[in-house]
Each structure stands twice: as structure tokens, then as C-alpha cells.
């Protein structure tokens, strides 16, 4: 995969550990696309905690060292592959899953990974596109089935795939609450598509929730931190209610029985379980949701 006497710089990591065995490196190979890849220069890499976990060691999957961190990356097509067609050097693209790691000035990565960036967007937002929405897409739209008129929590709504969530339910006609621990979160939850905000500090927040959503209470929660929230989840659910766990961080105890009186679901989404249907069908509708995002960003300013 490398080129000779091409080098590049790039982080690498040899440990795991914390963020010190992040290490710059200037002698690091160029990639060479093989069949159905693509190399691209990056302009910006985005940054998620999935990245973090995988460095410390503490998550499931563990890369071979070294390695190059980093998924979501935006720049210019350099050079392709066998087989691509898709794209051609020049292109403006964003993807959602490096071969060789997006720390670094040039990655590789598959050509069905790989999205025309929407002109409307620049290379740092392009790099934002990837896991957090590519995450909040499947959470809401998929694993939830959420559509126009039903309202939406999201439980931890200022983080990437937080504020990636409220845009989406906004832009899709959703009643959206979110959460967050601090004012500039709250603030920034409302800026981005939020119609309340909660902060999830507050000892009674929970019940100020109730009293917004009433009775009813509400169809679908998006839970980043499950391991914290997830019984007062089941509490606030409406009848057929659906909590989508994206995120836990350890065990937490519930009663079943409290899915019972509502027929309500819990269910996991991991965005790495998606198909190349389920990715093809987000990049299908993209620059839709991009156009309806931003309109519904015009709108909530002239309200």
C-alpha cells in the first residue's frame, strides 16, 4: 500500500494509552489506491470519542499498532484506484471510514465510503458529515422510524451526533427536546434545531420534561448516555415509545416491567452495522436533508 520514497506526515500511534502516545511523524508512507479505492488529500479531519476509546485500548475493537487514528476526513481526490468511476483526481469529498487513518495528509479509503461533498458545504464541515450524522441518520430515521409530527429527546444533544439529531428532527418536522449539562450547550442545542432545551444537571429536570410534554409524553428518545439515563427514559416514553441507544458508558439497572404498560422498545444502533444499502440511502437523500436543515435554519431565525 505504500509508495517508494513518497512520505508523508501523520500521527501515529505505537501504545495504547492516553493522549500522550499520540505521536507526529514525518516518514510515514503515502498509501497507493488499490481496486475500488480512492486517495484523498485531507483539508480537515473530524474528530470523534469512538477515536479516543480505540486509542486508550478500552474499546472492543483494537486496531493493529501502529496505526494512524481518525475516520472522517474531507479534502480533494489525489488518485484512484482499479474500478473507480464514481470519481475523478479534483473532487471535493467527505468520507465516513479511512483505510489508512485521516490523522494524516493524505488517506486511503474505499470508493463506497466515499461522497461528493455538497458545494453548499466547506472541507471543515464536510469532515463533521461522517459518524456524527451519518449516526443520527440511522438512530432516527432508521432504527427509530421517526417521521413528521412526533416529538423527539435527545438525551445529550449538544455533543456532534447530538446536534447532528436535532437538525435532522427539526428539518423533518419533529417536536425536538434536548439536553445538555451546561448554558453554552443549552444555547447551542437551540441553535441547532432544538424547540426546549433541559439541563440534564438540574436535579428535576426530568420532571420539568414531563410537564412540557404532558401526558402524552414522548415518541422516540436518542440516548447518548445510557448507562445514566435509560430508566428515566422508559419513564418518559409515550405509548409505542422507542429509546435508541447510541451511547452507554457502562451497566445500569432497570425494571422490564416498565416497558410493559406502554409497549414501549429499547433499541441499539451501532453505525457500523450499517449496510451499504443503509449508506446509500443516507448519501441518497444528503443533500436534501443539508437544503432542509439550512431552510429550517432560515426559518427558526425569522420566528
Same mark, same amino acid.
Not at 477515536?51 to 483494537?62: L, P, V
Not at 446536534?163 to 427536546?177: N, S
Given at each position: 500500500?505504500?509508495?517508494?520514497?513518497?512520505?508523508?506526515?501523520?500521527i501515529?500511534?505505537?501504545?495504547?494509552?492516553?493522549?500522550?502516545?499520540?505521536?507526529?511523524?514525518?516518514?510515514?508512507? &503515502?498509501?497507493?489506491?488499490?481496486?475500488?479505492?480512492?486517495?484523498?488529500?485531507?483539508?480537515?479531519?473530524? &474528530?470523534?470519542?469512538?477515536?479516543?476509546?480505540?486509542?486508550?485500548?478500552?474499546?472492543?475493537?483494537?486496531?493493529?499498532?501502529?496505526?494512524?487514528?481518525?475516520?472522517?476526513?474531507?479534502?480533494?481526490?489525489?488518485?484512484?484506484?482499479e474500478? &473507480?468511476?464514481t470519481?475523478?483526481?479534483?473532487?471535493? &469529498?467527505?468520507?465516513?471510514?479511512?483505510?489508512?487513518?485521516?490523522?494524516?495528509?493524505y488517506?486511503?479509503?474505499?470508493?463506497?465510503?466515499?461522497?461528493?461533498?455538497?458545494?453548499?458545504?466547506?472541507?471543515?464541515?464536510?469532515?463533521?458529515?461522517?459518524?456524527p450524522?451519518?449516526?443520527?441518520?440511522?438512530?432516527l430515521?432508521?432504527?427509530?422510524?421517526?417521521?413528521?409530527?412526533?416529538?423527539?429527546?435527545?438525551?445529550?444533544?449538544s455533543?456532534?451526533?447530538?446536534?447532528?439529531?436535532?437538525?435532522?428532527?427539526?428539518?423533518?418536522?419533529?417536536k425536538?427536546?434536548?439536553?445538555?449539562?451546561?448554558?453554552?450547550?443549552?444555547?447551542?442545542?437551540?441553535?441547532?434545531?432544538?424547540?426546549?432545551?433541559?439541563?440534564?444537571?438540574?436535579?428535576?429536570?426530568?420532571?420539568?420534561?414531563?410537564?412540557?410534554?404532558?401526558?402524552?409524553?414522548?415518541?422516540?428518545?436518542?440516548?447518548?448516555?445510557?448507562?445514566?439515563?435509560?430508566?428515566n427514559?422508559?419513564?418518559?416514553l409515550?405509548?409505542?415509545?422507542?429509546?435508541?441507544?447510541?451511547?452507554?458508558r457502562?451497566?445500569?439497572?432497570?425494571?422490564?416491567?416498565?416497558?410493559?404498560?406502554?409497549e414501549?422498545?429499547?433499541?441499539?444502533?451501532?453505525?457500523?452495522?450499517?449496510?451499504?444499502?443503509?449508506?446509500?440511502?443516507?448519501?441518497?437523500?444528503r443533500?436534501?436533508?443539508?437544503?432542509d436543515?439550512q431552510?429550517?435554519?432560515?426559518?427558526?431565525?425569522?420566528?
Amino acid at each position: 500500500m505504500a509508495t517508494a520514497g513518497k512520505l508523508m506526515r501523520a500521527i501515529r500511534v505505537f501504545e495504547f494509552g492516553g493522549p500522550e502516545v499520540l505521536k507526529l511523524r514525518s516518514d510515514v508512507a &503515502v498509501p497507493i489506491p488499490k481496486d475500488h479505492q480512492v486517495l484523498i488529500k485531507v483539508h480537515a479531519c473530524g &474528530v470523534n470519542p469512538v477515536e479516543t476509546y480505540i486509542r486508550s485500548g478500552t474499546y472492543r475493537r483494537k486496531p493493529l499498532l501502529p496505526y494512524t487514528p481518525g475516520s472522517d476526513v474531507a479534502g480533494i481526490i489525489e488518485a484512484i484506484g482499479e474500478n &473507480v468511476s464514481t470519481f475523478k483526481k479534483g473532487d471535493r &469529498v467527505f468520507t465516513t471510514a479511512t483505510i489508512s487513518g485521516g490523522y494524516a495528509e493524505y488517506a486511503l479509503a474505499s470508493d463506497h465510503t466515499v461522497y461528493i461533498l455538497p458545494e453548499k458545504l466547506d472541507l471543515k464541515q464536510g469532515a463533521a458529515i461522517g459518524i456524527p450524522y451519518f449516526t443520527a441518520y440511522r438512530a432516527l430515521l432508521h432504527s427509530a422510524r421517526a417521521k413528521a409530527g412526533e416529538s423527539v429527546l435527545v438525551h445529550g444533544a449538544s455533543g456532534g451526533v447530538g446536534i447532528a439529531a436535532c437538525q435532522i428532527a427539526r428539518a423533518y418536522g419533529l417536536k425536538v427536546l434536548g439536553t445538555a449539562g451546561t448554558e453554552e450547550g443549552q444555547n447551542i442545542v437551540l441553535q441547532n434545531g432544538a424547540h426546549e432545551v433541559f439541563n440534564h444537571r438540574e436535579l428535576n429536570y426530568i420532571d420539568k420534561i414531563k410537564k412540557s410534554v404532558g401526558e402524552k409524553g414522548i415518541d422516540v428518545i436518542i440516548e447518548m448516555l445510557a448507562n445514566v439515563n435509560l430508566s428515566n427514559d422508559l419513564d418518559l416514553l409515550s405509548y409505542g415509545g422507542r429509546v435508541i441507544v447510541v451511547g452507554s458508558r457502562g451497566p445500569i439497572e432497570i425494571n422490564p416491567r416498565d416497558t410493559i404498560p406502554k409497549e414501549t422498545s429499547i433499541i441499539g444502533t451501532a453505525l457500523y452495522s450499517s449496510t451499504k444499502v443503509i449508506f446509500a440511502a443516507f448519501a441518497a437523500k444528503r443533500n436534501q436533508i443539508i437544503q432542509d436543515i439550512q431552510l429550517s435554519s432560515k426559518k427558526k431565525k425569522k420566528l
